[in-house]
């Protein structure tokens, strides 16, 4: 059963850059059906996408972000990761990771449990 | 920018029926956008239900589907049981990789 797991620094400071990892297990990052995305949601509030990679590095990112994000593969781990640059209190939030079915019916699933962002000095 | 738009909020009594929708704020929704749903509970992540529009993932009872009503997605909740009580976000793909969340819906059941 593949399984996904976010993990990273729960704390970031205003203007620094957020940095987290998800671990894909039970199957292959590699596999060419499959793109991988992230989500966030601040509290209280709505899912937001993020961007979504393939295992060859190719990425979308969501308009509204993409001058801040960087997500990159890494296939020897079975990893994919974000980053964030500069960020302020309003990035703050639960980030999630997601298998996401781009070539086909486009949906994710399944989601990493999350994990909680918070930025402030 | 295009937005994709939910009811804030809706209750419906137990045992009833209730249809939640996903449109945007301009034109209208149909199958190319893959529309898919997803249910969330305080705390918990986000678990899939229906993707492709009509299409229920593995191990979603059948009391949960998935149309296009008119210019939008829909999902219908048929008997509504308390724990159906829930926070529900619909997706839209809008083409060149992107996909844009609904603001969601907030299910009370009572």
């Known amino acids: 059963q593949l399984q996904l797991q976010e993990s990273g620094p729960g704390l970031v400071k205003p203007s620094e850059t957020l940095s987290l990892s998800c671990t894909v297990s039970g199957g292959s990052i590699s596999s060419s059906s499959y793109y991988w995305g992230w989500i966030r949601q601040p509290p209280g509030k709505g899912l937001e996408w993020i961007g979504s990679i393939y295992y060859s590095g190719s990425t979308y990112y969501n308009p509204s972000l993409k001058s801040r994000v960087t997500i990159l593969v890494d296939t020897s781990k079975n990893q994919f990761s974000l980053k964030l640059s500069s960020v302020t209190a309003a990035d703050t939030a639960v980030y999630y990771c997601a298998r996401y079915d781009f070539w086909s019916d486009n949906w994710f699933d399944p989601w990493g449990q999350g994990t909680l962002v918070t930025v402030s000095s | 920018q295009t937005v994709v738009t939910q009811e804030p909020s809706f209750s419906v009594s137990p045992g009833g029926t209730v249809t939640l929708t996903c449109g945007l704020s301009s034109g209208s929704v149909s199958t190319s956008y893959y529309p898919s749903w997803y249910q969330q509970t305080p705390g918990q992540a986000p678990r899939t239900l229906i993707y492709?529009?009509?299409t229920r993932s593995s191990g979603v009872p059948d009391r949960f589907s998935g149309s296009i009503l008119g210019n939008k997605a829909a999902l219908t909740i048929t008997g509504a049981q308390a724990d159906d009580e829930s926070d529900y976000y619909c997706?839209?793909?809008?083409?060149?990789?992107?996909?844009?969340f609904g603001g969601g819906t907030k299910l009370t059941v009572l």
């Open positions: 492709s529009t009509n």
């Open positions: 997706v839209l793909y809008m083409g060149s990789g992107r996909v844009v």
